[in-house]
């Protein structure tokens, strides 16, 4: 489903999902204006459509003893479609890795990192961000403070 077959009715729903996704589904036929039973098949075709992806739980990263995030620019030592393939599937077995993202510009890929502290961190670079194939440069910046944290997409 593309941004622009979505309706006004979808756009709330969507909205109020990301805010909640655990709101019951009459509060959530309320505020988009819909009986229970339509805004319910409605929520089933946005997840059939591929929309709605999934539902998580948003945990306190801190709470779990992850008080250090890292942004880590990685730069590969070939730019080649296997080099590419190797990197991103050692990167899904690293489970501190939150998340990486192939880019354009300075270097290839950007990484976000949870690390219980600077040795945790360092432990973290020695023994599976450098063991990373293809790894030729390694750049890391600690987040001091999130300022605006992830909240959504605007709808």
């Given at each position: 489903?593309?941004?622009?077959?979505?309706?006004?009715?979808?756009?709330?729903?969507?909205?109020?999902?990301?805010?909640?996704?655990?709101?019951?589904?009459?509060?959530?036929?309320?505020?988009?204006?819909?009986?229970?039973?339509?805004?319910?098949?409605?929520?089933?075709?946005?997840?059939?459509?591929?929309?709605?992806?999934?539902?998580?739980?948003?945990?306190?990263?801190?709470?779990?003893g992850l008080a250090n995030e890292f942004?880590?620019?990685?730069?590969?030592?070939?730019?080649?479609?296997?080099?590419?393939?190797?990197?991103?599937?050692?990167?899904?077995?690293?489970?501190?890795?939150?998340?990486?993202?192939?880019?354009?510009?300075?270097?290839?890929?950007?990484?976000?990192?949870?690390?219980?502290?600077?040795?945790?961190?360092?432990?973290?670079?020695?023994?599976?961000?450098?063991?990373?194939?293809?790894?030729?440069?390694?750049?890391?910046?600690?987040?001091?403070?999130?300022?605006?944290?992830?909240?959504?997409?605007?709808?």
């Amino acid at each position: 489903m593309k941004s622009h077959e979505l309706d006004k009715t979808d756009k709330i729903i969507l909205s109020e999902l990301q805010k909640n996704a655990q709101r019951p589904i009459a509060d959530l036929a309320q505020k988009a204006g819909l009986s229970a039973s339509s805004c319910h098949r409605r929520v089933k075709l946005l997840e059939e459509a591929g929309v709605i992806q999934g539902y998580t739980a948003n945990l306190d990263r801190a709470a779990l003893g992850l008080a250090n995030e890292f942004f880590v620019e990685v730069s590969l030592s070939a730019q080649t479609e296997e080099a590419f393939e190797k990197f991103e599937k050692a990167v899904q077995r690293v489970p501190e890795i939150l998340e990486c993202h192939l880019m354009s510009g300075q270097f290839d890929y950007l990484l976000r990192v949870a690390a219980t502290d600077a040795s945790d961190y360092e432990r973290i670079h020695r023994s599976r961000i450098s063991r990373l194939p293809g790894v030729q440069r390694i750049q890391s910046s600690l987040a001091l403070r999130t300022v605006k944290g992830w909240a959504g997409y605007p709808i």
